[in-house]
């Protein structure tokens, strides 16, 4: 399966990825040879098999109770953001 | 202090330490020596934690002096780079996580601190552990001690490469579709995959988390059990935990091997497997014989296609898990972005490296609109189908043994042109991770490459168990570890 120049920009516009223009044929063989390698999952006959839900056979997702349990750590937290200010994360404005 | 003491297992320094033949302090300042001294040549640490480190030491010794503290007091250890460790960074051996200091451990680390395990610094890895020879990284590659032209395997390539040049006893690792038992094979050291959901994942940075599980790697499956006793057991912040007694790993090591059905996967011994691997895995499974265990072949029909099954299911997991970096909370941010989807699109492309996107872009390509069911859900069935050929072999025998690798170690760029050549390295790995069972990698014995000096490049024997069966596998294998010294060798240049 060969993808094309415009199916790559679009994976990478869904993905939020810029990719430079030299990327963009790079992704295009690899992702094609990736595609036609997992391709051979089609020999598999599963039509009556159901998708694994959980690795641990019987186990499904716990939940947890609904109880606030968080601490207000947001200072320590926003040392790691690139930039805050009033306690807010700062992005380009987004409304004009 | 004896000059061959970092030679020493994890399980005979935590005694030497109790004992008082060394301190922690001496122990911590020779391993901290050993891997500074290592840096140019495997580059197999990202952060060096020396402060920190003298810091425990230094209360490690007093918790000694007083006889208190855990079954690991005052034993340097590292860290994969994958684990959060609270005030120091935690890269993920990638750009995206450069400036990241995170501000609490992850349970595992948390865990290994209570047992009074002293951080020597955090290991290399392939970035966000997506590769199998270390050479993803954004902190450049791991060179394996064995031949620093060499990979040492990946994406746990810094861990596997401390444990085998004794820069460390112990350096925990995670394990997606190999990457504990791979680079322990190719390390010629001891990996251990425990079983899905058995030790948390909370801070461990997620790549595919229906796959992901954190283990060890040791020089031998003593210290794997050891360490297991302290790192496994429930916890409420992960909710693939799984809430189950710990036994003691230690307890059963020495367990006869007589009656033990080992099955051996016709689909291990394919055309692929190098010749010389071939020999010194039919070597081990000949003394498995002599110690009273009985071989037969098994067949998993199903398992050709674990590769393709996992190159869906990890890339759609990791294009969900990767999602969270955007540049604007924590992380690589872009230069003046022109509005906000340009700060998203730019910090992630400048953020993570070639791999890392392809994979993003893999991932979203297959749960995209009108793909789903083709590639997602049939994966997700195959590995049904995968999980049942497993399930149908334990019916049969006890633990399945076999090549952890396909070849020894290989050349630094020999696989970087093709990701698919790259991919097959987990050939025979991947399996276990698919169906969530616990699996060991081993020594056992030396592969002559072309040309190689000295005795060869390491050789992994591979053991999987049904879930749970840590105990069974830690027994396989410390029987194993007992009759031969495959284990005990070490590099020369770090002898």
Same mark, same amino acid.
């Given at each position: 399966?060969?993808?094309?120049?415009? &199916?790559?920009?679009?994976?990478?516009?869904?993905?939020?990825?810029?990719?430079?223009?030299?990327?963009?044929?790079?992704?295009?063989?690899?992702?094609?040879?990736?595609?036609?390698?997992?391709?051979?999952?089609?020999?598999?006959?599963?039509?009556?098999?159901?998708?694994?839900?959980?690795?641990?056979?019987?186990?499904? &997702?716990?939940?947890?109770?609904?109880?606030?349990?968080?601490?207000?750590?947001?200072?320590?937290? &926003?040392?790691?953001?690139?930039?805050?200010?009033?306690?807010?994360?700062?992005?380009?404005?987004?409304?004009? | 202090?004896?000059?061959?003491?970092?030679?020493?297992?994890?399980?005979?320094?935590?005694?030497?330490?109790?004992?008082?033949?060394?301190?922690?302090?001496?122990?911590?300042?020779?391993?901290?020596?050993?891997?500074?001294?290592? @840096?140019?040549?495997?580059?197999?640490?990202?952060?060096?934690?020396?402060?920190? #480190?003298?810091?425990?030491?230094?209360?490690?010794? +007093?918790?000694?002096?007083?006889?208190?503290?855990?079954?690991?007091?005052?034993?340097?250890?590292?860290?994969?780079?994958?684990?959060?460790?609270?005030?120091?960074?935690?890269?993920?051996?990638?750009?995206?996580?450069?400036?990241?200091?995170?501000?609490?451990?992850?349970?595992?680390?948390?865990?290994?601190?209570?047992?009074?395990?002293?951080?020597?610094?955090?290991?290399?890895?392939?970035?966000?552990?997506?590769?199998?020879?270390?050479?993803?990284?954004?902190?450049?590659?791991? *060179?394996?001690?064995?031949?620093?032209?060499?990979?040492?395997?990946?994406?746990?390539?810094?861990?596997?490469?401390?444990?085998?040049?004794?820069?460390?006893?112990?350096?925990?690792?995670?394990?997606?579709?190999?990457?504990?038992?791979?680079? #322990?094979?190719?390390?010629?050291?001891?990996?251990?995959?425990?079983?899905?959901?058995?030790?948390?994942?909370?801070?461990?940075?997620?790549?595919?988390?229906?796959?992901?599980?954190?283990?060890?790697?040791?020089?031998?499956?003593?210290?794997?059990?050891?360490?297991?006793?302290?790192?496994?057991?429930?916890?409420?912040?992960?909710?693939?935990?799984? %809430?189950?007694?710990? !036994?003691?790993?230690?307890?059963?090591?020495?367990? !006869?091997?007589?009656?033990?059905?080992?099955?051996?996967?016709?689909?291990?011994?394919?055309?692929?497997?190098?010749?010389?691997?071939? *020999? *010194?895995?039919?070597?081990?499974?000949?003394?498995?014989?002599?110690?009273?265990?009985?071989?037969?072949?098994?067949?998993?029909?199903?398992?050709?296609?674990?590769?393709?099954?996992?190159?869906?299911?990890?890339?759609?997991?990791?294009?969900?898990?990767?999602?969270?970096?955007?540049?604007?909370?924590?992380?690589? +941010?872009?230069?003046?972005?022109?509005?906000?989807?340009?700060?998203?699109? +730019?910090?992630?492309?400048?953020?993570?490296?070639?791999?890392?996107?392809?994979?993003?872009?893999?991932?979203?390509?297959?749960?995209?609109?009108?793909?789903? %069911?083709?590639?997602?859900?049939?994966?997700?069935?195959? +590995?049904?189908?995968?999980?049942?050929?497993?399930?149908?072999?334990?019916?049969?025998?006890?633990?399945?043994?076999?090549?952890?690798?396909?070849?020894?170690?290989?050349?630094?760029?020999?696989?970087?042109?093709?990701?698919?050549?790259?991919?097959?390295?987990?050939?025979?790995?991947?399996?276990?991770?698919?169906?969530?069972?616990? #699996?060991?990698?081993?020594?056992?014995?030396?592969?002559?490459? @072309?040309?190689?000096?000295?005795?060869?490049? !390491?050789?992994?024997?591979?053991?999987?168990?049904?879930?749970?069966?840590?105990?069974?596998?830690?027994?396989?294998?410390?029987?194993?570890? *007992?009759?031969? %010294?495959?284990?005990?060798?070490? !590099?020369?240049?770090?002898?």
């Amino acid at each position: 399966m060969a993808l094309t120049r415009e &199916q790559i920009e679009n994976i990478a516009d869904l993905a939020c990825l810029e990719l430079q223009p030299t990327e963009v044929p790079v992704y295009q063989t690899s992702l094609s040879a990736i595609l036609d390698f997992v391709g051979e999952l089609d020999r598999a006959d599963t039509a009556s098999v159901a998708p694994m839900a959980h690795p641990l056979p019987g186990l499904s &997702q716990r939940l947890r109770p609904d109880a606030i349990t968080e601490q207000d750590h947001h200072e320590l937290y &926003q040392e790691n953001a690139p930039q805050v200010a009033a306690g807010l994360y700062l992005v380009p404005k987004v409304i004009e | 202090m004896s000059v061959t003491v970092h030679r020493r297992t994890l399980a005979q320094l935590a005694a030497g330490l109790r004992a008082k033949e060394f301190s922690s302090v001496e122990l911590t300042r020779l391993f901290l020596e050993r891997i500074e001294a290592s @840096q140019p040549s495997l580059n197999a640490f990202i952060s060096i934690t020396r402060e920190q #480190a003298q810091a425990a030491a230094q209360a490690a010794d +007093r918790d000694l002096a007083a006889s208190r503290g855990g079954a690991l007091t005052g034993v340097p250890i590292a860290h994969k780079d994958i684990f959060c460790t609270a005030g120091v960074k935690t890269t993920c051996g990638s750009r995206m996580l450069d400036n990241f200091v995170s501000p609490y451990d992850a349970t595992l680390v948390a865990k290994l601190k209570a047992a009074g395990a002293v951080m020597l610094g955090k290991a290399n890895m392939d970035e966000f552990a997506m590769g199998s020879s270390n050479e993803t990284s954004y902190f450049g590659p791991v *060179r394996n001690p064995w031949n620093t032209a060499l990979v040492p395997g990946g994406s746990s390539g810094g861990s596997a490469a401390a444990v085998a040049a004794r820069l460390a006893p112990l350096a925990t690792a995670t394990d997606t579709g190999g990457s504990i038992r791979q680079p #322990a094979a190719l390390c010629g050291v001891t990996g251990l995959k425990p079983t899905y959901g058995r030790v948390s994942r909370y801070g461990m940075i997620a790549f595919a988390s229906s796959l992901d599980q954190a283990g060890t790697i040791t020089a031998t499956a003593e210290d794997a059990a050891l360490v297991l006793r302290e790192m496994a057991g429930f916890d409420p912040n992960d909710s693939t935990s799984v %809430d189950r007694p710990v !036994p003691d790993y230690m307890a059963s090591l020495n367990a !006869p091997l007589t009656g033990l059905k080992i099955g051996l996967l016709k689909e291990f011994f394919d055309k692929g497997l190098d010749p010389q691997c071939e *020999r *010194r895995i039919r070597e081990a499974l000949a003394l498995y014989e002599k110690l009273g265990a009985q071989l037969r072949e098994v067949s998993l029909p199903n398992l050709p296609l674990s590769v393709p099954a996992y190159y869906v299911v990890a890339p759609a997991e990791c294009s969900s898990n990767l999602a969270r970096f955007d540049g604007v909370r924590f992380g690589h +941010r872009c230069k003046e972005p022109r509005d906000l989807m340009d700060l998203f699109k +730019r910090s992630r492309g400048e953020g993570f490296g070639a791999e890392v996107k392809r994979r993003i872009m893999t991932g979203t390509y297959v749960l995209s609109a009108g793909y789903y %069911d083709a590639y997602y859900l049939k994966a997700q069935k195959v +590995r049904q189908l995968i999980a049942a050929d497993f399930a149908r072999a334990f019916g049969e025998v006890d633990v399945l043994i076999g090549p952890t690798t396909p070849t020894p170690a290989f050349e630094i760029g020999a696989k970087t042109s093709d990701p698919i050549t790259m991919y097959l390295n987990d050939i025979y790995t991947i399996g276990a991770n698919l169906a969530g069972l616990p #699996a060991m990698s081993i020594p056992c014995g030396f592969a002559m490459a @072309q040309g190689s000096p000295g005795r060869g490049l !390491p050789v992994g024997l591979q053991i999987v168990g049904p879930h749970f069966s840590e105990a069974k596998l830690l027994n396989v294998a410390h029987v194993y570890q *007992r009759e031969t %010294d495959w284990h005990t060798m070490v !590099p020369e240049a770090y002898a």
